[in-house]
């Protein structure tokens, strides 16, 4: 692996300030379950993606850990662990779309140290990107290895350029729920929406979110739901270990005899950001959800345009919107 420095701030504008010293050659590191056992230390780099130079650990900084949930929501600091979420009896009473998500990702091990923020911001798995042999559109070079090569598991939806699927199965809960994050850089603070925190291919390729190289993000903030809000959360893996999702499922939603109301669903592990299907949400709005469901969940199709090898996928996303919404009703 390559050498760093590792720095120690104690407060987020310490943190800030040496992140805006280095630019895009020092990261914030969390648990570091990503960015040290995987992207330095398998090389992950090329010409826009340079191995840093230092670390910036966020674990020094005190307040950027911990759970609070009262009558507007839960905030959650961005350096608490998953493990940590799913224990929290608050969050699997109140929103327990987010602690299933959570407990979904990874093993114990692994959801012992790694936090939230470093779950939301984690870098793609795509086979070529991880590969140091090969340097694609994402890390600066001229060239996605997934057109041609194994794509079984890339992009059905959204993929330009690069076919990457977002790795993060609480990201998808979070949009779903339609949090917000709180982000510090040199400018001061600003809340984004999930909504508009991840960026395709086309916006920027060399990145998966708004964040800036010198920017951190300090706690999520998730509304609370209206009474009565569904939430229901589905993952397929390819193996039955700990894995990642070839298609998830995360929807809240409310309904009144069985007619969909208002909600939102969002899907992970076909789009290169989590994807929130509004063709679906939209059919559904106002209707009987056991009759429109299949209908519903039929737009995916039109939004779809697989690759070589993941057309499966299609079939896939499409019978578990169906099931997992019919299976909230019950
Ligand atoms: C074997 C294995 C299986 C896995 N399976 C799954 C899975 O099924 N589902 C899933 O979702 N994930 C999965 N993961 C990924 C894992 O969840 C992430 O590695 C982990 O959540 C990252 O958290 P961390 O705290 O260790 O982040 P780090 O590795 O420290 O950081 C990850 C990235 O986020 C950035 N970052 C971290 N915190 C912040 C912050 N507060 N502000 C700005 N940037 C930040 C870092 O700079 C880095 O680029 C798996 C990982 C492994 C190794
Ligand atoms: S899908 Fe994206 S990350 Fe993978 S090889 Fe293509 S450009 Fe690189």
């Not at 519903?296 to 099931?323: C, F, G, L």
Request: with cysteine; charged share 25%.
């Amino acid at each position: 692996m390559k050498s760093f420095e590792l720095y120690e701030p104690k407060t987020v504008k310490e943190a800030v300030d040496t992140l805006s010293k280095f630019g895009n050659k020092a990261r914030p590191l969390a648990g570091g379950s990503d960015l040290v056992s995987g992207v330095m230390k398998d090389w992950v780099e090329g010409k826009g993606m340079p191995l840093p130079d230092a670390l910036v650990d966020l674990d020094t900084i005190p307040g950027l850990k911990g759970i609070k949930v009262d009558a507007q929501g839960a905030t959650i600091g961005a350096m608490t662990t998953l493990s940590d979420i799913i224990e929290s009896k608050e969050l699997t009473e109140r929103f327990p779309l987010l602690t299933q998500s959570a407990h979904s990702v990874a093993s114990q091990l692994i959801r012992n140290f790694a936090t939230l923020g470093g779950n939301i911001n984690q870098r793609p798995r795509c086979w070529f990107f991880r590969g140091k042999d090969f340097d694609c559109y994402k890390k600066g070079g001229d060239f996605c290895f997934s057109v041609s090569g194994d794509n079984r598991y890339h992009a059905i939806i959204g993929g330009e350029l690069c076919y990457i699927v977002h790795p993060s199965d609480t990201a998808g809960a979070l949009l779903a729920l339609n949090a917000q994050a709180k982000v510090v850089g040199p400018g001061g603070e600003r809340m984004v929406a999930f909504d508009d925190y991840f960026v395709g291919p086309r916006e920027n390729i060399l990145n998966e979110n708004v964040l800036k190289p010198e920017e951190i993000m300090t706690e999520v903030f998730i509304p609370a739901p209206a009474a009565g809000t569904k939430q229901v959360w589905e993952k397929l893996k390819d193996r039955q270990v700990y894995d990642f999702a070839i298609v998830s499922v995360a929807a809240a939603f409310t309904v009144q005899n069985d007619t969909w109301t208002d909600g939102r669903v969002v899907l992970g592990g076909v789009a290169p950001v989590p994807y929130r299907a509004t063709g679906i949400e939209n059919q559904l709005k106002g209707k009987n959800i056991k009759t429109a469901i299949r209908q519903a969940a039929a737009t995916i199709r039109t939004a779809s345009r697989p690759m070589s090898m993941n057309s499966y996928k299609v079939d896939v996303a499409q019978n578990m919107v169906e099931r997992t919404i019919l299976g909230a009703l019950a």
